[in-house]
Structure formats: structure tokens, C-alpha cells
């Protein structure tokens, strides 16, 4: 039976390229069954068969039935202002405020989530589903989350997100909604297996090639919009230049402003080729701090001047390439703005640099409102209101969405806002709905998602993609590539940190298995990133039986056991090869060590290409995106920026 689809009447409105958030939680993806929740599955609550809307949005509203039609190709063309300011003009007060947010919510589909997930949401949000979250607030966007259940299977994530915009164009004045996640790929990935998942972005500058970049971001986005996934929170925009910095790191392309804004304005064009919107993160610059901004406040020092060299050049990139969304950081820049108040909040940051000097008109999210760095100053109810003021469009997971839309109903009904200024965003945000096709095909297509997600050319993609990312960094006397003859029997050691994106894990087991189906004899003993003395005892008595040892490193700090670990395994005279599966900037950590890749994160896709690298198969292409100071002397460069060595 074939799932009926709206067919609204077509106009021909060209839609122009133009103008979209984060939480960096590295939470595993595991997929299971679950019941589906799309077209042709009973409504729980009426016991009938459940269909799709039959409005395409603006059918919905009086006299607005051919109001936007986008073409079916990758980006159309600024839809008619008139009809959506006409739009605009029959929403109450109570739906405009609705429409500024982006809320999470758990469970696994919109009207049936599992028991422990209605707990959940009736504990954080009031209501018991996404439905009734919808019905309540008339929110414009859900942001997904593996740990809120809604990512378990790429099916059921088509289910859920059509079963979300059921939900909202059944309501009075209906309108589609922007479903987000954070799909950046590498350590931040929201859909796992069997999703295509490619490296992250700092594997991606170390690839130094923009044409990999925009293939990530097609085909990423090409299989988000089959699950429905019309907006992802990527790519991030930041220029990492400190080793420390404990939130951005490998998921930033990297510490030259150029390469970073290459890579950034390729993959916004591969996402949105895809009709995904993209989002550059996280303005005005979040690459030179040592504070995690989910946890504190962090304070950039950098002149206006420096800004202007480093921070702001690839968020110019992006604007030049038609972002569709900028994310805003919750960090105080003072040479930007000498208030105290974070960015997120900042008239001259949002409203006199990002769209007065930079010229963007397209819409602006905060980073999550949850995240202590914008909640430390201001209350929750006063934080969405100074947003709106400071120029942004749309608030991102606030702790509660009572306080928060109460809050902007409350400003506007007192006259702090204008109810101009709601209807200012809303415009942007109904012209990017446009944009994205989603007034006339909201819905996801569930045969679409076997036709396009996890294929065996996306894959095989990534798996190339991912080889040329890999970068030797040390190999003293030719010790690599490892060969099966002489080296038959490779012990796999080290961290196994969780899997960040639901990859089969761990990276030891990955490596050792990776190895094997390569010819050699591979076993596996993970130590983690803080092996005991009992730990390492073992590791060097099971590298007696070895001809050579893999180590997977995360994070080796002076003080580290991990770096007792490598040690201990040299002193046993065996072949050591360090394999940092995270910052490339452990290889300063181990001076000893005679063979260090970076594998720059321990996504089975970067582990594969590392263990195809170890054996021979592939020759390491990968050139260091950051440069790595020396650990006696961090004024001193150790390896600068484009050092890599090859076979």
C-alpha cells in the first residue's frame, strides 16, 4: 500500500540561497527495533490509521492554499514576502512566541514513547509527548538527541519526524517545523550506524581537501532529509588555536583561518545542496579557550583586531557561501563587547558585527540555553527575552520552555518587546522553511531511507575519505608499515573511550579486528585512559607474546599513565606504534615513541583507515591541521602546521 502524499498545487517561485546549533555531548548510539510511528501505523489514541496532513502549511490558512511551492532540485528561491507576511499576520501572539523555539523532547516517537520517556517529559516539560509539546507551545523547531531516544533506527527516526510534522499541521494555522541535530561527524554525532558516519572535522583539514569536504556534507545531508532531518548544527566554524581547549578541539577544522574557512564554506554547500540547512557555529569564536562553555563562562582575549585576522574569517566564508544559520557561542569576547554579557546576548556582536559588518540576514540560533555559560548572569526567564533583543531568531533547548515562552509573552505584553520584532524572526524562519521545500513536502518518504542511508557507495565514500585523513607524525628508522612476515602477531592496547557516534567500538577491539582482516594476528586488552599499575603489569606481560604493540592514546597529559603505559611497552624492545585517537597533540607527550599517527577520533571509520595505514594498504596522506608545541617548552613548535610524513 502506498503511503499517500501531499500534492499541493505547484507555483513557480524560485527560492535564492541563503540563509542555521550544539550541545557537544558525545552520548553512544546504539539502533534496536521499535515500533514504527508513520503513515499506515494505528493511532494509539483512536485505535484508526494514521495519515499524513493533508495542508502543506499554507494550504491551512484562509486564501493562502498556493501560497510557496519550492522545486524539488537543491535550493530554490526567495519565496513571496507578501504571502508570508500574511501568514505571519493571522498567528496570535501565543504562536509567534512558540515559533522562536527549538526544543528538545524524549522518546522514540511523537505520540507513543515509551514509558520511561513520558516520565521524563513530564518531569522536564509538562506534557507526555512530542504531540503535546506541539499542541502546547506551538514550538517552529525539535532538536534530536541519542540519550533523549530519539535516534534509535534510521526508520523509526523517519517515523518519529513525520509523526512531528503530523503533529504540528494538525493544529490551527499549522506550520512545519525545522528538525535539527548535531550530526557533525567524528566525536559529535547524533544518528549512528547504520548511517553513513565520515571523519571529523579536524581528520577533515588534516585531508586538506575541500572536495571531501562537500562530499561530506551531500551525502550527510542527503541521508538526514531521507530520516527527515531537514537542519543540522554544522559545520563548526571555529579556529582552534588552543591545545587546551576542552569543548571545540578536533571538531574544529583547525588553526589556520584560511583552511578553516575553505573546509567550512565547502561542506555548507554539500549540506545544503542536500536541502539540509547548515549552521556555522559558534559566533563570534570559540577556538581559544580552556573553559568549557557547557560547565562555565568562558572569557576570549583576543584584540578586534586578532578577530578580524582569525576568528571571523571562516564565519565570513560561510555568510559569502549562503549559510542558512549561525549559532551563536555563550563566551564574553570583551574587545567585541566590554558589557560582561555572553555573546548569545550581545546586541553589538549579534546585531552590530553579524549583521550590520558581516551582512547576514539569515537566521541566528543560540548554542543550547541550558549551558551554564549563558545562564551564569541572567535568570532563565530573562536570558530568551535578551536574546531576542540582541538579535537572535531562535532559541535552542531553554531548561524550561514554560519559563521561556512565558517570559517572551510577558516582554512583549509589557512592551520590552515589540511584537514587530517577534514577527521580524519569524519572517527569516518561515522564509528557511520555505527554502527547504518543507510548505509543500514536509514529510519523509520511509522507502527513501533504504535508497540512501548507509548505501554501499556512501560508505565506501567515507572509508576513502578517511584515508587520506590519517597522518604519520613520527616514524623513526622505517618502523612503519608493520609487515605480516615479520610482525605477524600485534598486540592492540590503550583507551577506549565510548564511542561518540554509535560506531561499533571500542577502538582496541576495532583496531585489533581491522588488523586481522588484514593479515595479521591481532588480539585486543584495552588499559582506558587511566591504566592502574595492575593494568599496565599486563600489558607488558601479554607484550612478551607479541611481535608488536598499537597503542590508542586519548589525551596523554605529563602526569598521565597512559604515557607510564608507552613506557613500560618500549622497554620491552618490542616495535611501539602510538596511534592518538583523539588530539593529534599527544605525539609531544611521547618523545621516546618511534612510530605516531593521528587518527584525530575513534570512529571505527578513523580507526580502519589507521589500522589500513599501520599494515601498508594505504600510504598516509594526512598533514597536521594544528601545530603541536613542544611539552618541555610550549613556546617552541614541536610539528608545525603541514608536517605529515608518507612511505
Excluded at 510557496?68 to 504571502?83: C, G, I, K, S
Excluded at 585576522?309 to 557561542?329: C, Q
Aim: charged letters at 20%; hydrophobic letters at 40%.
Amino acid at each position: 500500500m502506498r503511503r499517500w502524499r501531499p500534492r499541493p498545487p505547484v507555483l513557480c517561485i524560485v527560492l535564492t540561497e541563503r540563509n542555521f546549533p550544539d550541545i557537544a555531548d558525545s552520548s553512544e548510539v546504539s539502533f534496536s527495533g521499535s515500533p514504527p510511528e508513520g503513515a499506515h501505523v494505528p493511532d494509539t489514541s483512536t485505535g484508526s490509521t494514521a495519515r499524513p496532513s493533508r495542508r502543506a502549511v499554507l494550504a491551512a490558512t484562509a486564501g493562502l492554499t498556493a501560497a510557496l511551492t519550492v522545486p524539488t532540485t537543491a535550493r530554490a528561491a526567495t519565496p513571496d514576502e507578501h504571502r508570508l507576511r500574511a501568514l505571519i499576520s493571522r498567528m496570535t501572539l501565543e504562536e509567534k512566541a512558540g515559533q522562536l523555539f527549538v526544543m528538545r523532547v524524549y522518546g522514540h516517537s511523537a505520540t507513543a514513547p515509551d514509558q520511561v520517556d513520558i516520565d521524563a517529559n513530564l518531569s522536564e516539560i509538562g506534557v507526555r509527548t512530542a504531540a503535546e509539546l506541539i499542541a502546547k507551545y506551538r514550538v517552529g523547531g525539535i532538536i534530536y538527541f541519542t540519550w533523549a531516544h530519539n535516534t534509535r533506527d534510521p526508520h523509526q527516526i523517519t517515523d518519529l519526524s513525520n509523526g512531528i510534522q503530523r503533529a504540528s499541521l494538525d493544529q490551527p494555522r499549522g506550520l512545519p517545523l525545522l528538525v535539527a541535530t548535531d550530526q557533525e561527524h567524528g566525536a559529535v554525532c547524533r544518528v549512528g550506524r547504520p548511517a553513513t558516519l565520515f571523519p571529523g572535522a579536524m581528520a577533515i583539514g588534516a585531508g586538506g581537501s575541500r572536495s571531501d569536504a562537500r562530499t561530506l556534507g551531500r551525502i550527510s545531508g542527503t541521508e538526514l532529509r531521507a530520516m527527515g532531518i531537514n537542519q543540522d548544527y554544522s559545520p563548526d566554524a571555529d579556529v582552534n588555536v588552543n591545545p587546551a581547549n576542552p569543548v571545540i578541539g578536533v571538531r574544529s577544522f583547525g588553526a589556520d583561518p584560511e583552511a578553516v574557512a575553505g573546509m567550512v564554506a565547502a561542506e555548507v554547500k554539500g549540506y545544503q545542496a542536500a536541502r539540509v540547512a547548515a549552521t556555522a557555529k559558534h559566533f563570534p569564536g570559540h577556538g581559544d579557550t580552556a573553559v568549557d562553555s557547557h560547565y562555565g563562562f568562558p572569557v576570549i582575549t583576543h584584540s578586534r583586531e586578532l578577530w578580524e585576522k582569525l576568528d571571523a574569517v571562516p564565519f565570513r566564508a560561510a555568510v559569502r557561501a549562503g549559510i542558512d544559520s549561525v549559532m551563536t557561542a555563550h563566551i564574553q569576547f570583551p574587545a567585541l563587547d566590554d558589557s560582561g554579557d555572553p555573546a548569545t546576548l550581545s546586541h553589538p556582536i549579534l546585531t552590530g558585527i553579524l549583521r550590520g559588518e558581516l551582512g547576514y540576514d539569515g537566521v541566528v540560533i543560540t548554542d543550547s540555553l541550558g549551558m551554564e555559560g549563558v545562564r551564569s548572569k541572567y535568570g532563565d526567564d530573562r536570558v530568551p527575552v535578551l536574546a531576542l533583543k540582541a538579535g537572535v531568531d531562535q532559541l535552542l533547548n531553554p531548561p524550561s520552555i514554560d519559563v521561556a515562552w512565558h517570559a517572551v509573552l510577558k516582554a512583549v505584553q509589557d512592551g520590552e518587546l515589540t511584537e514587530a520584532r517577534l514577527d521580524e524572526s519569524i519572517l527569516r524562519i518561515l522564509r528557511l522553511k520555505a527554502r527547504l521545500g518543507l510548505f509543500t513536502d514536509p514529510y519523509a518518504d520511509r522507502a527513501g531511507v533504504d535508497r540512501a542511508v548507509g548505501i554501499p557507495s556512501h560508505l565506501a565514500a567515507a572509508d576513502r575519505i578517511a584515508e587520506r585523513t590519517t597522518t604519520l607524525l613520527v616514524n623513526e628508522g622505517g618502523l612503519l608499515p608493520l609487515s605480516r612476515r615479520t610482525e605477524p602477531r600485534v598486540l592492540v592496547v590503550g583507551a577506549d573511550p565510548a564511542s561518540p557516534s554509535g560506531t561499533t567500538g571500542p577502538p582496541t577491539g576495532v583496531l585489533a579486528a581491522a588488523l586481522t582482516e588484514l593479515g595479521f594476528t591481532a588480539t585486543a586488552l584495552s588499559t582506558g585512559t587511566t591504566p592502574s599499575a595492575a593494568t599496565i603489569t599486563k600489558a607488558v606481560a601479554a607484550a612478551q607474546d607479541a611481535d608488536a604493540v598499537v597503542v590508542a592514546t586519548y589525551n596523554v597529559t605529563a602526569g598521565s599513565a597512559q604515557r607510564t603505559l608507552v613506557d613500560r611497552l618500549l622497554a620491552t624492545g618490542r616495535p611501539v606504534v602510538a596511534v592518538a585517537v583523539r588530539n593529534p597533540y599527544d605525539v609531544a607527550q611521547l618523545p621516546s615513541v618511534k612510530a605516531c599517527l593521528a587518527a584525530y577520533c575513534w570512529t571505527d571509520v578513523e580507526v580502519r583507515a589507521a589500522a589500513r595505514v599501520i599494515a601498508g594498504r594505504v600510504s598516509p596522506r594526512g598533514r597536521l591541521p594544528v601545530p603541536v608545541q613542544r611539552a618541555d617548552d610550549p613556546a617552541r613548535v614541536l610539528y608545525p602546521i603541514g608536517h605529515g610524513l608518507s612511505y
